[in-house]
């Protein structure tokens, strides 16, 4: 097995292991905020569960431009160790908490040290040969959708079983398990001389400089919108399949399946369109998977039955199944050598900023346009972000820094 694709494996398990351990905890967090002395009648349960989860995504917003800075002058597998162990460690001692505070700082601590998932990408995009690219990064994203999906069904079946508190002491082994493999297994060609021999720049400098890529603002702008538009909806999600199925048997079973069914077909798609994307060129495939995303959102308004849910979202995860891998891949492609990291984390962030501001604003907007219309708003915003795409990234044809795809 050439050794891009052995590297691939082990970063595919790691990212399989580190997502379904992260979003074990999504299923019972009130709950165990109740088991910590909270009362759900006296106590702003919803409050505290809402910042205790966003605490994660805003220090992440912030920090990872600094890891990637450190990532372009250190390596990229050092960065990934660091993201690893420290999650393992802090999601282990999330196992301990006593108040809901100790789970905020624990919840803001980890986002400060996470990084393992854009690591991995960075690490990726440096090994793969270029024509394997697109290819590689879908793969790749497909292991972090199947941990997403899977990551909340063992946490909620685990819970039942043991209780809350072991299931962060299993989380925090199984990101324990996912860095050592990467420590012991994957390799990384660096120089870290030529590396350090650069001049150091502050993280705006970089900012600046990331930025001077024809492509990038292109690029950091369709993952805030896709991230976004994709986000909106799933506040309101669970309240829809309500709407449509009434208040009958099963209804948890089918709120939560609607809700994966789009990561099942994502996971399928990835790699595929990883593949086409080498053929015809990644820009391509944004610019129609984006078209193909909208044209799936919109009609999700104006369904009046389950399965005519189903389906839309089925179609849904396929065509975001070429989102973010083929951003990913052009981010690479585009950038000069030296920078990845520092390009990779800014992406990131613009990643962490529609993840922090779609469901906030989404469920916000719910009770002034009505569920139906955020299905509408959100894929109105993916048709123009395709029709974006296609204007700085295939029409225009910026030239890259090492191909074109």
């Not at 970089?206 to 024809?214: A, C, D, K």
């Not at 399965?307 to 690479?332: D, E, K």
């Not at 520092?342 to 002034?368: E, K």
Request: hydrophobic fraction near 55%; proline fraction near 5%; glycine fraction near 12%.
């Amino acid at each position: 097995m050439p050794n891009w694709k052995l590297n691939l494996s082990v970063l595919w398990l790691g990212q399989f292991l580190v997502m379904s351990g992260m979003t074990m905890v999504v299923p019972f967090l009130s709950l165990y905020l109740q088991e910590l002395g909270m009362n759900p009648e006296t106590d702003n349960i919803t409050f505290w569960a809402g910042i205790i989860f966003a605490g994660n995504f805003v220090t992440s917003f912030l920090f990872q431009p600094i890891w990637g800075s450190l990532a372009d002058r250190h390596g990229r597998k050092i960065m990934l160790l660091r993201s690893g162990f420290g999650m393992a460690i802090i999601v282990l001692l999330m196992g301990f908490a006593q108040e809901a505070w100790h789970l905020l700082v624990l919840r803001i601590l980890n986002g400060v040290v996470s990084g393992f998932v854009p690591a991995s990408v960075s690490l990726m995009s440096t090994i793969a040969p270029r024509d394997k690219m697109g290819f590689a990064l879908g793969t790749l994203q497909s292991g972090g959708v199947a941990g997403t999906i899977l990551g909340p069904l063992f946490g909620g079946l685990l819970a039942e079983s043991f209780g809350y508190r072991p299931i962060f002491y299993l989380t925090g082994g199984l990101l324990f398990i996912a860095s050592t493999l990467a420590w012991v297994v994957v390799t990384e060609k660096f120089d870290k001389e030529k590396a350090m021999s650069k001049p150091k720049v502050s993280v705006w400098s970089g900012f600046r400089q990331v930025m001077s890529i024809p492509a990038m603002p292109a690029l950091l702008t369709a993952t805030f919108l896709i991230q976004f538009a994709m986000l909106s909806t799933m506040p309101i999600l669970p309240l829809f399949v309500q709407m449509l199925h009434g208040k009958a048997e099963h209804l948890a079973f089918l709120a939560g399946f609607v809700g994966s069914i789009a990561g099942f077909s994502n996971m399928i798609a990835s790699p595929l369109l990883g593949r086409l994307g080498d053929r015809i060129g990644s820009n391509r495939v944004l610019g129609f998977a984006l078209a193909g995303a909208a044209l799936a959102s919109i009609p999700q308004a104006f369904v009046t039955e389950i399965w005519q849910l189903v389906l839309c979202r089925f179609a849904l995860g396929m065509f975001m199944g070429g989102l973010i891998p083929s951003v990913n891949t052009l981010v690479r492609r585009f950038t000069p050598d030296g920078l990845e990291g520092r390009a990779y984390s800014f992406n990131t962030s613009a990643l962490a900023l529609g993840n922090m501001l779609g469901p906030t604003i989404g469920g916000s907007l719910a009770g002034w346009i009505g569920i139906r219309g955020v299905f509408v708003m959100g894929g109105v915003m993916l048709a123009a972000n395709s029709a974006w795409v296609w204007r700085q990234l295939v029409w225009k044809r910026p030239s890259a820094a090492k191909g074109e795809g």
